[in-house]
């Protein structure tokens, strides 16, 4: 099952490495992970998305996240109702023959082109996860030159 879980997190060097290491250590891979600082620059929230099959594990994590000096608190937004985000920056060629059909395809998914060129766009989109990967999908018809991607982030309703 794939789990988000926002942690806040006191603004130090090598929280990062710590909370990363306890995943690693019960072998979860991470698939996501966006930190930033929060109105208060002295905290950072951490949004890690991850796919733990075994539930009990995913407890333990959460329980020795808990008990780590520099966390504030941790909370698995999985079953709760929430907003999430990603962004996606695409550098996409395209040729005459459509371009139109490019320019279509970012309207449709409300992106904003940042720069374009002669043969190709640079392309910003904010989405929820699910319309990323819709959004992505429907480029591939064309030439993607650069993908750059964040991960998500979310905030409990």
Known sequence: MRHTISVLVENKFGVLARIAGLFSA?????????????????????????????????????KQLHKLIDVITVIDLTKKDFFERELVLVKVAFDKSNKEQLEKIIHKFKAETLHKDKDSFIVEATLGHEHIKEFLSALKEFSIKELVRTGKIAIPK
Do not use: H, W, Y
């Open 26 to 62: 019960r072998g979860f891979n991470i698939d996501s992970l966006a930190v930033g600082e929060t109105e208060d620059p002295t905290v950072s929230r951490m949004t890690i998305v991850l796919n733990a099959e075994d539930e009990r594990i995913l407890e333990q994590i959460k």
